[in-house]
C-alpha cells in the first residue's frame, strides 16, 4: 500500500471549516484513499474514502487532486466534538474485500473555542 | 445493536501470567481483526481472520494466538505475559466481499503488565 504523510498537528477555530491534508504520493491508479479518526482513546471511527472523484457524506467532504497524488479532507464547521486524531489511509483494492488497512499516526486537529 | 463489544475494558496481569481478551460483533461480518496502540502511536494490526477457521498474521503478532471458532467471535491470547504488552488492544470488523467495506472497531481493552 501507498505510504501517506499528514501534519502531526493542526489548530481550527471552533465553527470554522478544518481541512486536513494528505499526501500519498506513491498511490496507485486502485488504491483507495480512507479517512478514520480517533476521538480521545476511543477506537477509530470510520469517516469517509474515495477513489477518484471527490466524495461527501454527512459528516466531511473528501476532496482528491486529480493526479491522486494529495487529497484533504474538510469538515465544514468543525466543533469541539471534532477535536481528535485524523487517519489518512491507503490500500489496495484487491476486489474480494480481503485488504487490511494500516493506521498511522496521524493528525492532531485541536478545534478551539 | 450492541456492534463491536470487547471485554475486560481494564485488566493488570504480571509478567508471565497469560489471559484472553474477548472480541464479540453482533453484525455477522466475516471479516475480524486485532490492532494494538501504544502511546502516541498509530494502530498496528496483531492478526485478523476472513471467517470462522481462518486467521492471519498481521503486522506484530508474536507473543499472541488467535482462534476463530465461530463467526461472532474473536479472542485474543496472551500465553505468557510481557511488560512489552502493556498497551491498548482494540478489535476491529467488517463485511468482505465489498471492495470498501467500513471497519468498525469496539471501545478497546486497556492491558497493563507489570
Known amino acids: 500500500d501507498a505510504k501517506t504523510t499528514q501534519p502531526t498537528s493542526m489548530d481550527c477555530a471552533e465553527g470554522r471549516a478544518a481541512n486536513l491534508p494528505c499526501n500519498h504520493s506513491?498511490?496507485?491508479?486502485?488504491?483507495?484513499v480512507y479517512w478514520y479518526r480517533q476521538i480521545h482513546s476511543q477506537g477509530p471511527q470510520y469517516i469517509i474514502h474515495g477513489l477518484k472523484n471527490n466524495e461527501t457524506n454527512e459528516m466531511a467532504s473528501l476532496i482528491i487532486t486529480e493526479d491522486r497524488k494529495s487529497s484533504t479532507l474538510i469538515l465544514p464547521h468543525a466543533t469541539l466534538r471534532d477535536t481528535a486524531v485524523y487517519y489518512c489511509?491507503?490500500?489496495?483494492?484487491?476486489?474480494?474485500?480481503?485488504?487490511?488497512?494500516?493506521f498511522g499516526k496521524g493528525t492532531k486537529l485541536s478545534v478551539i473555542p | 445493536n450492541a456492534g463491536v463489544t470487547q471485554t475486560p475494558k481494564f485488566q493488570v496481569l504480571k509478567t508471565g501470567q497469560s489471559m484472553t481478551l474477548q472480541c464479540a460483533q453482533d453484525?455477522?461480518?466475516?471479516?475480524m481483526s486485532w490492532y494494538r496502540q501504544d502511546p502516541g502511536m498509530g494502530l498496528r494490526l496483531i492478526h485478523y481472520s476472513v471467517g470462522a477457521g481462518i486467521t492471519d498474521q498481521g503486522e506484530v503478532p508474536n507473543g499472541y494466538n488467535v482462534s476463530r471458532s465461530t463467526t461472532e467471535d474473536f479472542p485474543l491470547r496472551l500465553l505468557s505475559a510481557a511488560p512489552s504488552q502493556t498497551s491498548v488492544y482494540f478489535c476491529a470488523s467488517r463485511r468482505m466481499g465489498q471492495a470498501t467495506g467500513e471497519l468498525f472497531f469496539g471501545e478497546g481493552s486497556r492491558l497493563t503488565v507489570l
Open positions: 506513491t498511490i496507485s491508479g486502485n488504491e483507495y
Open positions: 489511509i491507503v490500500r489496495v483494492n484487491s476486489g474480494a474485500g480481503s485488504y487490511q488497512l494500516t
Open positions: 453484525m455477522n461480518h466475516e471479516y
